[in-house]
């Protein structure tokens, strides 16, 4: 089959690799019927994460079950389902409970990262765990929303939930790249009064006002524009969507007393200089860490079913799996008004 | 000045009382700008609460402080204020809380019910504790809009937050009178998947659609559409919003295992059958409570000034105080459409 | 093999019934090693529950795994293991959290009371769903302690928990028999300044006065001593254990404004007189649940294993399975100081 | 009247100074009757804060109301009194909910830290906004208690709580001083399964073991020993009591995937280094605050009262006020055992 294989820095190539088999008894294997490029896909496209090339990449993808190992008892071939693009044992608690991410027994394990799972930006991918990596996908929700549901709204719902927002107060969002873009989505599912959308590029900007956020332009004294909008105070949550030092730094600025940061930017730094003497005498609740796909599925499934959630407009391109170097090139580029590329094995 | 007084069954009075004055040192007096007839005040009309005639009535109210006592310090003449429903000591801690309906010193008392408070259905009313029974009327929010956050959308939040609703999950509201429409424009700030709205009057639900909320009516098996839309589990939440014995039992019935019913209707009965050995089974939580209102004066009062919550539709007649009479009899008999009253002693 | 076998109206009988085997690939058989008696036994033992006789019975039980099926996964012949007392379906999203007693698929069942299930007052056990009804018994916790694990103390620690317990509040439990007890133990996890116990019987007061709470006597005027040691307010939380109308409407009466009433006792009630408009004014919160038992086992083995929690205390009695009618006789009388009544078959 | 008055590193006078009058209609004057010196005192006494000296010091006091403003309305002279050592505005919503620190209007403030507010090692006390910054003594609360209730208990108290520590976890507690020793007492009011105490002070440790807490000395290998004792997961909370670089780091390290981090040690570093990827992985959240001190005493007051909290073992050293400069000074050396030394003015 074919896949797309990172062989160095900004050297994807869409080559021929094995055909997938189940890993073991629970595992399947999932026909993959769209995948998705994402931020922290970027990473290993730069060469920041696991630098040794050849392997398959992508963590973002659905598709129908074509195989399953012996012991698979929720899924059967034909089924179209969701991959969680984040793999725990499956049976530990914090499994059971959905929180794979501090699964107890050496995962978890993301997909296409070099640490033992193929890439999903493939025409299939071998699924371990299958019965619990594994969703349906149901009536009402389309191929193009369910692929989202298996990294980035989960991961912005996350950082919205962390940010334990309740109604009538204000939110500030740094970044509205897709998963800023989910964050939004996700945090007016709590109530807010206001929610500040900062970045810098001006069609994220307008894209957040649309979905009714204030937009606020970080090229400005964005700190002082949202003070002044909340009396001095600043607002009660913020939500980090970047991962970079100075966003970051600007979460903690603006955050009012007692209130929450909520971080789902990934940062790869070891030594933040996180001013602690600010944050002691302001009393803040700091959350930062990696969404366990599946512990969401339940709430943002019907969610998206029902038409409360249309995360599928943050798609601006769609091009085939073929294309791949292409796509990681234009999403990397930043240009052309691109927020999220889906790819389409089948095109 | 003029008020409305109660003289006995369905016999509601504009006439002359006494001039109001504070109270003590701590209290004010306030000019009413509008007024409404809440739906517990038929309870007085129809004679079943208090039956000693002959004392003013009402209990939503807005207007201007026009002579304060010497130890308000909160408020000035001038202000434009909202006048709690519901008035605490002021001192005990679920005071200071906002939680006034668990005072520790012998309150709350609510105005208008002949327990020592005069009613708001009048030119001026005494307001006692002023510092922590009335709040500044901010921009933003219109004379309409306030006199419902003296008594009913407080009490309509209530029974949406004590639903513990979760994003994606589904809620049932019994009962689409004025709390519930509340409720309904309440339930949609925790981010529901869907909220079914129960009512056997057809305007009220063509009101509840219109909100977004799937009408039921009860005139049909609404039990079994409820479940059968719900995959056999029900609703998540149920908010009821009636009080009688009937809807209450629809509400115990409706609600998933695990779940939740939150009642703010008004229930005089003090031997309810409660299903017990079900609710054992199914495993719920039952919430039942009048409203602290100004505990949730910091919630509302943004929401409403950054149009996130427009209740002010409600109101469907607009009257003079001098009409007061006709009003209750219009209200009371739900003809012509009538949903929530607004008295205004200026017409 | 032998167990113990409901013949009619307190006839309980010790007698040959057929050996078990694994009712499916996912099942198991546990050889038992400690079983006990269970106040709802004896709701089976009076007629009151699934009259038509010639069923094992008992929920309560530990032992040694003799036999798997092909599916299971995480024990094997040889390992000491909690039987759940109630078994899900363990693939719906409330069982994998633990939470079986909201099962989506036609679960939960109770062994031992003829739903389908054979009882634990027996040699052998056939358990279905091992790999989630089942529990490894880890070092420090001895096997009388863990049998309290597969009931009650877990009912306990539910009533606690959902009283919403807080450090430095009044906590009230009604009855002191062993799930009682187990509350009271539970209820001192969560930090109360004053534990009142409520019973009429003098031994179980005095053992709960020892474990620190403050005993009181129903016969007498419990609810004034209680309301005066509390400056009128009552306890900010009510425990009730024994689910007789008279201890709910206890509860409910001594409950302070804004307070929490948690039912464990087993009520079968379909029409229980709630004092609703009582409720209303006070502003309360009621849960009444059955216990889903694994949720709690994170929490309750290591408190165990640590020394923290001692229920074994409870066991006042210990006798053969072959005893069996006896100790039936021995628990309902109530005589002899008799709290909980431990069976062992290898007596 | 005599108070201790900063002059320099090192250098605390006992002498005359002007003897204080209520500074507003709402303020108070306390005659001190009992005092402390804080682990915080010791920045300044290092010349670490507020570098300007002549200013009297001191934030733990308790005494009796010598004078009363004309708006006091709770307190009237011979009323003995808590007195917190950090005052907010007492007249905005967190003020009135008790969560001073997060008061809109300016303050907050600490007594005795050369911010507008004198200091409580003294003979007499001027304490603004009376009615909101004291609190009665009750019954049942000695007086060397007391002291320990207007500032270290709450602050342990609020460690602990915000660890979000739930019954059968395990905990680990950096720094055995006297907050640190506090948290370990508030900690138990949650119910861990084990809490592990962190120093390397022989003398701390044992007291920490006394209360019932695993010692752990940080000579050694603490990391290992702590992470072996939990299976190599670490304990579920953490709560940091020292404010050094060092300790929060160990806290970061030691804490398990999804678990908490609540810091109530004073750090002054604006740029600590923290391991942002590390906690990313982990999931971590992070609380770090001063605390609300009138927040805690409906919680903390009754516990002392009932005998569930004695925190009064951790005073070593009892001495006069006019010994103020030789407390200082033992406290600093942390010789002779020292671990909290109380004032007594009238010896």
Redesign the interface.
């Known amino acids: 089959m074919k896949a797309l294989v990172y062989h160095g820095v900004t050297d994807i190539r869409f080559e021929t690799v094995p055909d997938p088999t189940p890993t073991d008894a629970g595992g399947a294997v999932v026909r993959i019927e769209r995948t998705a490029i994402c931020g922290s896909d970027l990473h290993i496209y730069h060469g920041q994460m696991n630098p040794e090339p050849g392997y398959s990449v992508g963590h973002e993808c659905i598709g129908e079950v074509v195989e399953t190992g012996s ?1 698979v ?2 899924f059967k071939v034909g089924d179209r389902v969701l991959v969680s693009g984040v793999v725990g044992c499956g ?1 530990c ?2 499994c ?4 794979v ?2 699964c ?1 027994r050496g995962f978890p394990t993301v997909f296409g990262t070099n640490q033992g799972l193929d890439g999903g930006q493939a025409e299939a991918l071998a699924v371990p765990r299958a019965d619990h990596a594994l969703h349906a996908i149901p009536d009402g929700v389309s191929a193009d929303q369910a692929v989202l549901l298996t990294d980035i709204l989960p991961t912005g ?1 996350l950082g919205a939930r ?1 940010a334990h927002i ?5 939110v500030a969002i740094v970044g509205m790249g897709p998963v800023g873009l989910m964050a939004l989505m ?1 945090a ?4 807010p ?2 929610i500040f959308a900062l970045d810098s590029v001006p069609e994220r900007l307008a894209v957040a006002e649309t979905l009714g956020a204030i937009p606020c332009d970080v090229s400005g004294d964005v700190q002082t524009q949202v003070l002044e909008a909340t009396g001095g ?1 600043g607002p009660h949550a913020v939500i980090e969507c970047v991962g970079a030092d100075a966003s ?1 730094q600007t979460s903690l600025a603006l955050v ?3 209130g929450f940061v909520s ?1 789902v930017g ?25 969404c366990s796909v599946p512990e969401f599925w ?6 998206i ?2 038409g ?1 959630l249309c995360p599928e407009t943050v798609f601006t391109h769609r091009m085939g799996l073929s294309e791949g170097a292409d796509a990681y090139a234009l999403f990397d580029s930043r240009r052309d008004g691109v927020l999220k590329v889906l790819l389409d094995p089948s095109r």
Chains 1, 2, 3, 4 share one sequence.
């Open positions: 012991r008892g929720r049976e608690v914090p059971h409970a959905g929180t991410t501090s107890e719902y962390d309740r109604p009538g107060q204000d996700s007016k599912l709590f109530g009064a206001r105070f970051i009012r007393r007692g971080v990934v940062s790869t730094n070891m030594a933040f200089p996180f001013p602690m003497a600010l944050a002691l005498i302001k009393g803040i609740t700091f959350h930062i860490g990696v339940p709430t943002l499934v019907p969610l079913a029902e409360k």
